[in-house]
């Protein structure tokens, strides 16, 4: 929750390959107190059965800058085991193009950030919602 002199971040993912959410994606926090500070690790979480991540660790006061970083290369790969043991005719060379996803963004206190990725296995998107 942001309070007036911290920001607040929540984020989710969407398998948009499958048109679900991506569940069990592990997701690491990190803020900085300005452009040229060091990142300062703040823990992380994973995401639930609706592709969301509802614990993530609340922000320090000052915070300036945020980045959430998405380790989608084990999902993608999960996901893929459980598609050969379907399908053994259809394997894929097993390689991911994008291991992780760092996202990094601005924030100003008092606002609230939800940061929404939208992932496919070769590409992605992420946009600020509500």
């Not at 990142?39 to 639930?48: I, K």
């Not at 509802?54 to 893929?80: I, M, S």
């Amino acid at each position: 929750m942001s309070t007036s002199t911290t920001a607040s971040v929540s984020t989710h993912i969407l398998d948009t390959s499958v048109g679900r959410p991506a569940e069990g994606v592990a997701i690491q926090l990190a803020a900085r107190s300005g452009r040229d500070a060091q990142w300062q690790a703040l823990g992380g979480s994973a995401t639930d059965a609706d592709g969301r991540c509802k614990d993530l660790p609340a922000l320090p006061e000052g915070t300036t800058h945020v980045r959430l970083d998405f380790a989608v290369e084990p999902y993608f790969e999960n996901k893929q085991a459980d598609a050969q043991q379907d399908a053994p005719a259809n394997r894929d060379s097993g390689a991911v193009f994008f291991p992780e996803v760092a996202i990094t963004f601005a924030v100003t206190a008092g606002e609230h950030y939800h940061v929404p990725l939208l992932l496919n296995p070769f590409g992605y998107s992420v946009y600020r919602g509500s």
